[in-house]
């Protein structure tokens, strides 16, 4: 939706029906936020959440969220890829709690015309259902409320992103997007929509995707709040991802409509995060509604977030409720057993995919020049470590190689040691590399991080350790 490489063309094909929409003149009525994130139905689990609980004008809790800022990601998609117009500040003005439990993301517009606006993403990047069960982000939400000729280019979202475009920015939208709740030109409607395969084209008909829309229940989007959710289940076959307003469900894509390649590469990495912003102009708000934003758009009409929640139910072990701690635990992992490479506490720009290696598994995938993980508590013991070994495997084109580094504390601290690969013979092809390190004792936080003169991926990762 908002961090493709490419625009929207157009959503006619799902949007036409919009475009007969009486538009109503705004109304000035906000329903009360809920005093905390409701108990999950019998059998759900809370896996995550957030009621944006906290004092008036104070930013959302770092914890939980990161503030995009700017008009793009750092070499990524200019605009964020979807021709917005909006400056993203980290600023109150723009992001911020009102101190009755609702977050506030709010566009503002200068004396010469500048808009700026507020976009945040959770820190977590794992969210996916448990193995054989299902996933659920939810979300109870009053769109801006503003129509008419004074909500053009007013574009508020609700949606998630696969893991694997954090530090790329340019793999959209083979890793995946769902759109739980779009919206644009205070139209009262929420548009539900999948982003997946290639671009343009292919399976998910991009840039427009797989969407529907339909009115909000009762009350305009704009004037109430509604219950935006999307769920992904893995309990049946074919699986299925479902989108819903206040419980009704509204829009339904299923495994068996898509290429098995397709839905892999949106559904076998890390997981996803979730967004939400109010963008200014851009494709979507222009296809409906000619350049946007107009003269006559009216600023300072916020979307009011009352919470944010991830639950899951059956299947197998649920991902951890809170982030992996900061310190290492008594006893953390040795640096001379078997480490997985997919077990980390943290990365950029990793990928992770099934493994051919003997053993199984998953390893990280198509690794490039500033791409790195980290593993939390490494214990070196008190006999100082002096050699790393790695599992590596490439199927780098000709001349594209790189170096895998051990850094510790920090990723950008000097590395301790290194190794160069280029291709093995295949991503797939897997050997065991060994390198020197400086000598190593107690417990740290390691980094491997990648390192090339060449911009393509050049490394997949199975395991690594240490060695006296």
């Known amino acids: 939706?908002?961090?493709?490489?490419?625009?929207?063309?157009?959503?006619?094909?799902?949007?036409?029906?919009?475009?007969?929409?009486?538009?109503?003149?705004?109304?000035?009525?906000?329903?009360?936020?809920?005093?905390?994130?409701?108990?999950?139905?019998?059998?759900?689990?809370?896996?995550?959440?957030?009621?944006?609980?906290?004092?008036?004008?104070?930013?959302?809790?770092?914890?939980?969220?990161?503030?995009?800022?700017?008009?793009?990601?750092?070499?990524?998609?200019?605009?964020?890829?979807?021709?917005?117009?909006?400056?993203?500040?980290?600023?109150?003005?723009?992001?911020?709690?009102?101190?009755?439990?609702?977050?506030?993301?709010?566009?503002?517009?200068?004396?010469?015309?500048?808009?700026?606006?507020?976009?945040?993403?959770?820190?977590?990047?794992?969210?996916?259902?448990?193995?054989?069960?299902?996933?659920?982000?939810?979300?109870?939400?009053?769109?801006?409320?503003?129509?008419?000729?004074?909500?053009?280019?007013?574009?508020?979202?609700?949606?998630?992103?696969?893991?694997?475009?954090?530090?790329?920015?340019?793999?959209?939208?083979?890793?995946?997007?769902?759109?739980?709740?779009?919206?644009?030109?205070?139209?009262?409607?929420?548009?539900?929509?999948?982003?997946?395969?290639?671009?343009?084209?292919?399976?998910?008909?991009?840039?427009?995707?797989?969407?529907?829309?339909?009115?909000?229940?009762?009350?305009?989007?704009?004037?109430?709040?509604?219950?935006?959710?999307?769920?992904?289940?893995?309990?049946?076959?074919?699986?299925?991802?479902?989108?819903?307003?206040?419980?009704?469900?509204?829009?339904?894509?299923?495994?068996?409509?898509l290429p098995a390649d397709t839905w892999t590469n949106m559904t076998s990495h890390a997981g996803y995060f979730i967004l939400l912003n109010v963008a200014m102009g851009g494709a979507f708000p222009d296809a409906l509604g000619g350049p946007t934003p107009r003269p006559e758009t009216v600023p300072d009409r916020p979307m009011i977030v009352d919470y944010v929640a991830v639950t899951t139910r059956g299947g197998g072990t649920n991902p951890p409720t809170t982030p992996p701690p900061t310190t290492p635990p008594p006893g953390g992992s040795s640096a001379y057993t078997t480490l997985q490479a997919e077990a980390y506490g943290a990365q950029g720009g990793v990928g992770v995919e099934t493994t051919t290696d003997s053993g199984g598994g998953q390893n990280l995938s198509q690794l490039g020049n500033g791409d790195w993980a980290l593993y939390r508590g490494i214990d070196f013991g008190s006999t100082p470590a002096r050699q790393f070994v790695a599992r590596v495997a490439s199927g780098a084109g000709g001349g594209v190689s790189g170096l895998v580094e051990v850094r510790l504390g920090s990723r950008t601290s000097a590395p301790i040691g290194s190794f160069a690969v280029g291709n093995t013979g295949g991503w797939q092809s897997w050997r065991s590399i060994p390198a020197n390190i400086s000598g190593v004792t107690g417990v740290h936080d390691v980094y491997l991080t990648f390192t090339s003169g060449q911009p393509a991926d050049f490394v997949n990762v199975n395991w690594f350790t240490f060695g006296h």
């Not at 906000?30 to 409701?38: E, L, N, R």
């Not at 104070?58 to 503030?67: D, M």
């Not at 935006?228 to 076959?237: A, K, L, N, V």
Request: charged content about 15%; overall charge neutral; glycine content about 12%.
């Open 1 to 257: 939706m908002r961090s493709r490489p490419n625009t929207r063309s157009t959503r006619l094909r799902t949007l036409l029906s919009a475009l007969f929409i009486p538009v109503l003149v705004a109304v000035p009525l906000t329903i009360a936020a809920q005093a905390s994130v409701p108990p999950p139905p019998p059998g759900w689990t809370t896996v995550w959440s957030d009621d944006f609980d906290g004092p008036s004008g104070s930013l959302p809790s770092s914890a939980n969220w990161i503030i995009d800022t700017g008009h793009g990601y750092p070499g990524g998609p200019a605009n964020w890829g979807t021709g917005e117009i909006q400056n993203y500040t980290n600023s109150p003005n723009n992001v911020s709690l009102d101190g009755t439990g609702n977050l506030r993301i709010t566009p503002r517009r200068d004396s010469a015309g500048n808009w700026t606006s507020g976009r945040i993403e959770t820190q977590r990047s794992n969210f996916k259902p448990p193995s054989g069960g299902v996933l659920a982000i939810e979300g109870r939400i009053q769109m801006p409320n503003v129509t008419g000729n004074a909500a053009l280019g007013y574009w508020p979202a609700f949606w998630a992103l696969g893991q694997p475009y954090r530090g790329n920015y340019w793999n959209w939208p083979a890793i995946g997007e769902f759109d739980i709740m779009e919206n644009v030109n205070g139209i009262n409607s929420v548009w539900a929509v999948l982003h997946c395969g290639v671009n343009p084209g292919g399976p998910c008909n991009e840039t427009s995707g797989l969407g529907a829309s339909r009115v909000c229940p009762g009350a305009s989007c704009q004037s109430a709040f509604h219950t935006y959710r999307f769920e992904w289940d893995t309990s049946i076959s074919p699986n299925e991802l479902r989108w819903y307003v206040d419980g009704q469900e509204y829009h339904k894509i299923t495994q068996a409509q």
